[in-house]
């Protein structure tokens, strides 16, 4: 069955630090593979996707995500965090059948 | 260039009352969605049309129904509201990798619900 998990509810990470989200799933064939972002009272806005090809894809806003096949993931990188990027990030999965994490709630210390 | 437009934005019903909310779309997209969000949850599907003339359940579908009207236009309907359908609605649409330039969802601003 279809499904994706984000194991991580909410993170903390000071302003300038590394940031690794995770993001497992689960899919019967070659997945396509999303990461949104959703500010405070916002809608969503695609930040990656990956379809096929290079497994490393790159986004807005300084964000890049790895796609790895054996451990069923696709975690969310950047290499310096910013205040701004406190907000709620989504994993997805699908092709016709699109389905969500629970998302990660990021926290940024000043 | 409107993008996905839904209405109500917001409603507030009483139990076992019933509404619909429209949701289209000016993007000639194949794939259209209907999602729930609830704080924790994320963002539940409830129901996809991946063509027009198609609909397919998805994770949680009771309690709801959908038409796709046209190729643009896709509603959900609530028969018999009960307050677990107060939720935050959106409605998305996006052409499936294969089927046109993005698989990227395209959201509508989202539809507030309150079921008393």
């Known amino acids: 069955a279809q499904s994706v998990t984000q194991p991580d509810i909410h993170i903390t990470v000071s302003e300038g630090a590394s940031l690794e989200l995770r993001c497992n799933y689960s899919y019967g064939a070659t997945p396509y593979l999303f990461w949104y972002v959703q500010s405070p009272g916002q809608g969503l806005q695609l930040l990656l996707k990956y379809f096929s090809g290079d497994t490393l894809v790159q986004g807005i806003k300084g964000f890049e995500a790895e796609f790895k096949r054996s451990q069923s993931s696709f975690n969310l990188r950047k290499p310096s965090v910013h205040w701004s990027d406190a907000a709620e990030y989504f994993c997805?999965?699908?092709?016709?059948?699109?389905?969500f994490g629970k998302g990660t709630r990021l926290h940024i210390l000043p | 260039n409107a993008g996905v437009t839904q209405n109500p934005k917001f409603q507030v019903l009483k139990t076992g009352q019933s509404m619909t909310l429209q949701c289209a779309q000016d993007?000639?997209?194949?794939?259209m969605y209907w999602y729930r969000q609830d704080p924790g949850m994320g963002l539940r599907l409830i129901y996809y049309s991946a063509s027009e003339g198609t609909t397919d359940k998805g994770e949680v579908p009771n309690g709801y129904n959908v038409s796709r009207l046209n190729k643009r236009e896709f509603s959900l309907r609530l028969e018999s509201a009960a307050p677990s359908q107060t939720s935050v609605y959106f409605c998305?649409?996006?052409?499936?990798?294969?089927?046109?330039?993005?698989?990227?969802?395209?959201f509508g601003e989202g539809s507030r619900l309150t079921v008393l």
């Open positions: 993007m000639n997209h194949n794939s």
């Open positions: 998305a649409s996006t052409n499936p990798p294969g089927q046109g330039p993005t698989g990227e969802l395209f």
């Open positions: 997805a999965v699908g092709d016709d059948k699109i389905i």
